[in-house]
């Protein structure tokens, strides 16, 4: 009966360090409102109609400088621990913003309304996100149609998830068990049923969870057979007589822009070059190439995006 938690578990690293930068923040603004409302009530007493209270102010030297020593104080004080506050706020949420190098990537798809979900050996999930104790994984998300917000309270995390752009969400799960996944943001009639659940599992049953679904292709063998299908190695190939950029060893490397921009070739590049590739040429190079725009659907380019990072340890010119 009494079993009414104020908080929901805290199943990550980051869960606890959040829940602590909240308690706090409560506290402060607790403390602040319980002064202002206290010195209301006392003042409303003191300085009542027919009270016998000094209500003269003394403009003597001496007290100027108590006036001018208390507004400093009420003005200092406050921006002080606010500042504070911010800063330790600030430096959790940047020591966050970045996944570790050595996270265990999953692709998610949101769509009205489920989550689908692919590890890199192929094996796919509904509603359902499988992840071993301990280690780092960094989710890598898109959208089918609308804007969702893929949400894991007891992670202490939550992003939202757009269509036609890449957003992602990184945690290390400390205790195993079954864990809420929710999409915390309204999508449409059946928002609410958009739920499902984190699986936290010991690394050695992960392992075996995993390998259990390996009879289909790895993600990366699915993208070179969508590639082939799509005709990208007759312009992008070994032996392809078009000119146009190669793609081995071009995963998170920089790329020049024909405007005289870089940037770096990450998910967004690739889904970007795919689905709108007059948006940034690659200098040196005519801009030939068609959209893919509604012939490839959100998980296969995945896929796709998946084969070119396999290839990012390929020198330029040999097959891969």
Request: aromatic residues 10%; contains cysteine; neutral net charge.
């Amino acid at each position: 009966m009494w079993n009414f938690p104020l908080f929901p578990e805290t199943a990550s690293a980051l869960a606890g360090r959040v829940d602590t930068v909240f308690l706090v923040w409560l506290a402060v603004a607790g403390a602040v409102a319980l002064s202002i409302a206290v010195l209301i009530v006392v003042f409303a007493i003191r300085f009542r109609r027919g009270a016998p209270a000094d209500r003269t102010m003394a403009s003597g030297p001496a007290q100027q400088r108590m006036n001018r020593r208390m507004e400093i104080a009420w003005t200092v004080t406050p921006l002080a621990i606010f500042l504070t506050m911010f800063a330790w706020a600030a430096n959790l949420y940047y020591e966050h913003a970045e996944p570790p190098g050595d996270a265990m990537e999953v692709y998610v798809v949101g769509k009205q309304w489920m989550w689908t979900l692919q590890h890199a050996n192929g094996r796919r999930e509904i509603d359902e996100l499988h992840v071993p104790l301990g280690r780092p994984v960094k989710l890598v998300m898109t959208s089918q149609d609308v804007i969702h917000d893929f949400s894991l309270p007891v992670f202490r995390i939550k992003q939202d998830v757009l269509p036609g752009r890449y957003t992602t969400l990184w945690f290390t799960a400390t205790r195993q068990g079954d864990y809420h996944l929710f999409c915390s943001q309204y999508c449409g009639t059946d928002h609410a049923r958009m739920i499902g659940r984190v699986v936290v599992m010991a690394p050695a049953a992960f392992a075996d969870w995993l390998a259990s679904g390996s009879g289909s292709p790895t993600m990366a063998a699915q993208g070179a057979a969508l590639f082939r299908q799509f005709g990208c190695s007759g312009c992008h190939g070994a032996n392809a007589s078009v000119h146009a950029p190669r793609l081995e060893g071009l995963f998170g490397r920089p790329v020049q822009l024909s405007d005289g921009s870089t940037v770096i070739a990450d998910e967004r590049y690739i889904h970007d070059s795919v689905m709108l590739p007059a948006k940034e040429i690659v200098a040196g190079y005519a801009p030939i190439m068609p959209s893919f725009q509604g012939q490839i659907g959100e998980a296969e380019l995945q896929d796709i995006i998946e084969y070119v990072k396999s290839l990012r340890d390929t020198a330029p010119g040999a097959s891969p």
